[in-house]
């Protein structure tokens, strides 16, 4: 068998185009690595500088493929839900709308329901809107004069719960929890809890529009001022004495947590894309 000669004397050659006079890095380094001649002096590589831009929209963390799962992102369709709600609120002449939000609403099972709010002087409105057919699936409407308490603070669960999450929300409170029925706050699809809560919905900080709209903080903000005045100009029965604004945890009352596991995790209160399946 032949042998491999040595290598011994090979000198690697530096491949250059013809006319390029300026000597690549690799020249730069070794001329100012060594000559032993010459006192040395600390080698200097030239860098462009790194240049960040920071900017809030969209979010750096955000991937934008996920966000366009998400249908109320596609272009006009948080638009076509507003209009169509004015088009629900003008069937009751003598209210002027406050604004819009796109909250997620954390029912009494832990479970997230994206919902469109609607606050006006009179009335806050609720709705549950699909956003793949673009309409309106189901309205919720809440006398502003009713509301005697709003709590702001962290979500907090029974000890023994397996399914818990994170993060702040805001409760809205309408009727007494002593008068609710022990079915009503076992049963999960139940509409007679006296109360809702709401969290910052996830696609908050994909972009100028929605950052506005999806801020809790801007809606608690709207919704107790709108709340003060209708207590002012309430003359009825129901008339409250007034709005209490408490900062306190916001307790969930779920154990075992299955059904809200199952749900939230695979996103089941949005309309989303799901590929093959379908929403």
């Not at 929300?169 to 022990?182: A, T």
């Not at 945890?249 to 093959?276: Q, V």
Request: hydrophobic share 35%.
């Amino acid at each position: 068998m032949s042998k491999i000669g040595s290598f011994e004397g090979f000198q690697p050659v530096s491949l250059k185009q013809e006319g390029d006079d300026q000597p690549s890095e690799t020249d730069q380094l070794s001329t100012e690595e060594g000559d032993p001649g010459k006192d040395p002096e600390p080698s200097r590589i030239s860098r462009q500088p790194s240049v960040t831009e920071s900017t809030l929209y969209p979010n750096p963390y955000h991937q934008p493929y996920v966000s366009r799962k998400y249908f109320v992102t596609r272009p006009g369709a948080i638009e076509t839900a507003m209009e169509d709600l004015k088009g629900h609120m003008a069937k009751t002449p003598g209210e002027t709308i406050q604004g819009f939000w796109l909250l997620t609403e954390i029912d009494h099972w832990n479970n997230e329901k994206e919902r469109i709010l609607l606050v006006t002087d009179k009335t806050l409105l609720i709705c549950k809107y699909d956003f793949i057919m673009l309409s309106c699936v189901q309205l919720q409407r809440i006398p502003l004069s009713a509301v005697y308490r709003i709590c702001l603070g962290k979500f907090v669960f029974p000890g023994m719960s397996l399914d818990k999450r994170q993060g702040e929300g805001l409760r809205i409170y309408w009727g007494s929890l002593e008068q609710q029925s022990l079915l009503s706050r076992w049963n999960p699809w139940s509409t007679e809890v006296p109360y809702v809560t709401f969290t910052e919905h996830p696609m908050k900080y994909t972009s100028e529009k929605f950052l506005e709209i999806c801020k809790l903080s801007g809606f608690t903000s709207k919704l107790v001022a709108a709340i003060q005045n209708a207590h002012k100009n309430s003359t009825g029965s129901g008339r409250r004495k007034g709005l209490m604004v408490l900062t306190e945890p916001i307790l969930i009352e779920t154990y075992m947590g299955l059904m809200s596991f199952i749900g939230n995790r695979n996103k089941l209160g949005y309309s989303l894309a799901r590929g093959s399946i379908g929403f």
